[in-house]
């Protein structure tokens, strides 16, 4: 399978360069039919990075732990701070840290990332480029092709659409973050009590809203600060370990959020040009009978149009006879009712009936009647035009759709 080329050319004016693929044929080429519009949605596109989860870490200590610790009588909160690298390097030299006018920061709550992993445990399958079932998917049943119908006020609008808006999102990665809290107080007893306000939330979700992580607390090391005129310091470092997820807005230069709508079912509809009209004879075409041997519904074309269904297929291929009853020398009866047609739902002419004479077929032009579905036919013939008058012992065989 051809890789794909990560080079921005022209597919009108530039060819694809056979070093960037591993066989001869050409580079994947943007398939326009696969897109789909997102600038008039507003889902926005999910994305989380290691800031949100820094935030969200900060957040649960300020909001949620809220340390305290007394001094001089006084409730004072114990404020919480990043330590980037200035601050960082400060506590590396001297195991605290100084404000701008130098004077020492206590009490003072600094957390700092370590280290970022994937956990082995829940690897994502993609080897190299994103995998197609590598996705979480997301359904809405109501979009702009399927609106709902107000039942009180129902408003002049089209059928719906039996569609879905589908909602493509990539795996996130599952990463295992390390940080280090590092808590300063000025005695002992007030580091304790800082500590025996966090302790309780070890295993927690740690964060805000839909940003919780679970959060480890590991071994907590005390050490004591000794400076040479200067007020001894007393320090605690709490490792966390945070169970995360990492995810980007764009990867391998593709949306991590596809918007899509459900398949529709397609169809195709066989036509059969016929030169009569079926409904206006007791023949049927052999194309027609033989796509009829296949069960699947067609139309036809030409002298009738109409589509060709499993049950109008039978109304036009059953045929029955009915022997009628003498009742004169120009009229027979015959007990039967006719059929209704499925197609325009009236009953059918005499146009699709066969009548014979002694087994001699006779014109339509030689007699009348007008079919009926509710009482006894009545057939009437032209005895001038017919040459002889009917008589009992003729046997007059009326064959046709019957009901």
């Excluded at 059918?348 to 009548?355: I, M, Q, S």
Aim: glycine content about 4%; hydrophobic content about 35%; overall charge neutral.
């Amino acid at each position: 399978m051809p890789k794909i080329n990560r080079e921005n050319i022209d597919r009108k004016t530039n060819k694809p360069n056979p070093t960037h693929t591993d066989s001869m044929n050409g580079d994947l080429v943007l398939n326009r039919a696969e897109q789909t519009r997102r600038d008039d949605d507003v889902i926005r596109t999910a994305k989380r990075t290691t800031y949100d989860i820094d935030y969200a870490i900060k957040w649960f200590v300020d909001n949620e732990i809220q340390p305290q610790i007394i001094s001089n009588q006084i409730v004072t909160r114990v404020p919480t701070i990043w330590s980037n690298g200035e601050k960082w390097d400060n506590v590396r030299r001297l195991g605290y840290l100084r404000d701008e006018k130098g004077m020492l920061q206590s009490p003072l709550i600094m957390l700092k990332r370590n280290t970022v992993t994937e956990r082995d445990s829940v690897k994502t399958l993609d080897v190299n480029r994103p995998q197609s079932e590598n996705v979480r998917v997301y359904k809405s049943k109501y979009n702009e092709r399927n609106r709902y119908e107000d039942s009180l006020f129902p408003m002049p609008i089209n059928e719906p659409a039996n569609s879905e808006k589908i909602y493509i999102a990539d795996i996130p990665k599952y990463v295992t973050i390390d940080y280090d809290m590092m808590i300063w107080c000025d005695f002992t007893t007030q580091l304790n009590s800082v500590i025996d306000q966090i302790l309780p939330y070890g295993r927690f979700a740690w964060g805000n809203e839909f940003n919780k992580f679970t959060t480890t607390l590991g071994p907590i090391n005390f050490e004591t600060v000794n400076t040479v005129g200067e007020d001894r310091l007393v320090r605690a470092t709490i490792p966390l370990t945070v169970l995360g997820t990492l995810l980007s807005e764009q990867e391998v230069r593709r949306s991590t959020l596809r918007k899509m709508y459900s398949i529709k079912q397609l169809t195709f509809d066989q036509y059969v040009d016929v030169d009569v009209d079926l409904f206006s004879t007791t023949i049927v075409p052999k194309q027609l009978i033989r796509l009829a041997t296949s069960g699947v519904n067609f139309s036809v074309t030409g002298a009738t149009n109409a589509k060709i269904s499993p049950e109008t297929m039978a109304y036009l291929t059953t045929l029955t006879e009915y022997q009628a009853i003498y009742s004169s020398s120009t009229t027979v009866t015959v007990n039967a009712y006719a059929a209704i047609n499925p197609v325009t739902l009236t009953t059918e002419t005499k146009n699709e009936f066969d009548l014979y004479i002694n087994g001699q077929y006779i014109d339509k032009q030689l007699y009348t009647w007008t079919p009926s579905d509710a009482s006894t036919q009545t057939i009437i013939f032209d005895v001038a035009a017919l040459g002889y008058v009917i008589e009992t012992t003729d046997v007059i065989i009326v064959k046709g759709r019957w009901a």
